[in-house]
């Protein structure tokens, strides 16, 4: 599978670009949704990105399963080569629509130790307000 493809990448960059763009002219950095969920078909890991650069190093929230999930950066070039049992790879979640900036998945995440549950809790609070309760 192809884990960036050129239009996910171009989102990618223009997050990349906006972030730099804000710290050239003083101003405040943005809190973009992410763009691209990836997980491991047969752990625990799961990184959610909003930007990459132009080395492939992208950035984003990244749960490696261990109950301590952390904003910072991570390599493209790393996940692709990644091999797991029975040939897997690591995978893109191609239905993944990011509905919460970076900064919300981060925060829940961190409370409840998990990128996964921080990701069903806010799928139910979103619904929850949505139908009025």
Known sequence: ??????????????????????????QREPDPVPVVRFFNPVG????????????????GVADLGFGSPELGSFALEEMESIRLPFGLGIERDILFEGAFPLSVYAEAARRVGSLVLAERHLRKAAAALKGGR
């Open 44 to 59: 625990a890991a799961t990184w959610l990105a909003t930007e990459i650069d132009d080395d492939g190093i992208m950035f």
């Open 1 to 26: 599978m192809i884990l960036v493809t050129p239009e996910i990448r171009a989102a990618l960059r223009a997050n990349d670009r906006a972030r730099f763009s804000a710290q050239a002219n003083g």
